[in-house]
């Protein structure tokens, strides 16, 4: 989960407050040294970035107002987050897909009571049970 912690934490970088409004040009930077530092260092071409804020409103995550975030580098770090989420599911996954495999074939190796198997073909009496092997 640490990877994918960094991530949204990559993203809020992307964020750089509230945009420009009334009485806010002192507050917000039009700078994106920061995002730029950041991705650069993850590997990031820089010339995906713009250097200054740009409007957002064509982006789909990243924040529609003014951002650091382009179109390439928000398709990009879409593509990056979902690998990673969905690395850390199948890892998790496995441990729960092979513990439900094992009580399954557990469950199909033992006959109930009388000798009849599970709900599954598998070992048993099945004459006795009245029905037939298949």
């Not at 806010?24 to 993850?42: F, H, M, P």
């Not at 879409?78 to 074939?105: D, K, P, Q, Y």
Request: net charge positive; hydrophobic share 30%; proline share 9%.
């Amino acid at each position: 989960m640490s990877a994918l912690r960094s991530l949204l934490l990559l993203l809020l970088s992307l964020c750089p407050g509230p945009g420009p409004g009334p009485g806010s040009e002192a507050k917000v930077t039009r700078s994106c040294v920061e995002t730029r530092q950041v991705l650069g260092a993850r590997g990031y071409s820089l010339s995906l970035l713009p250097p200054a804020l740009i409007s957002g409103e064509h982006l789909r995550i990243c924040p529609q107002e003014y951002t650091c975030c382009s179109s390439e580098i928000e398709q990009r770090l879409t593509w990056e987050t979902e690998t990673t989420f969905r690395g850390l599911v199948e890892e998790n996954g496995s441990f729960l897909v092979h513990t439900l495999a094992a009580r399954h074939r557990k469950f199909d190796d033992n006959p109930g009571p009388g000798g009849c198997p599970g709900l599954y073909p598998g070992p048993g009496n099945w004459k006795r049970c009245g029905q037939r092997n298949t």
